[in-house]
Nanobody, 118 residues
Framework: QVRLVESGGGSVQAGGSLRLSCKASGYTNFMAWFRQRPEKEREGVAAIGNNSPYYADSVKGRFTISQDIAKNTMYLQMNSLRPEDSGIYYC????????????????WGQGTQVTVSS
């Protein structure tokens, strides 16, 4: 099973930007970013597979997912951040079933905190 390590979280003011990285121990085609916001269920925000990106409606036009296959690394560029984007962001890999943004993944990173202040 691939191992995942996230980095890049932090604190920014509303309107700011952050870039998250997820380094995988090996190649994996389908990867995704999920977030856990306070008092909310975990939700998929962006996913990538076969070089095609997918986004949740709440982040379309603000977040960009990308993948450097040579480095086994996935990125999430987050622009125009809002306080409601605050939460713990997790990367996931090895989709075993379901949709890219809502399906079941075998591998999960440890999570990285994103805090957006107003």
């Amino acid at each position: 099973q691939v191992r995942l390590v996230e980095s890049g979280g932090g604190s920014v003011q509303a309107g700011g930007s952050l870039r998250l990285s997820c380094k995988a121990s090996g190649y994996t085609n389908f990867m995704a970013w999920f977030r856990q916001r306070p008092e909310k269920e975990r939700e998929g925000v962006a996913a990538i597979g076969n070089n095609s990106p997918y986004y949740a409606d709440s982040v379309k036009g603000r977040f960009t997912i990308s993948q450097d296959i040579a480095k086994n690394t996935m990125y999430l560029q987050m622009n125009s951040l809002r306080p409601e984007d605050s939460g713990i962001y997790y990367c996931a890999a090895d989709l075993v079933g379901g949709s890219l943004l809502g399906g079941e993944y075998k591998a999960w990173g440890q999570g990285t905190q994103v805090t957006v202040s107003s």
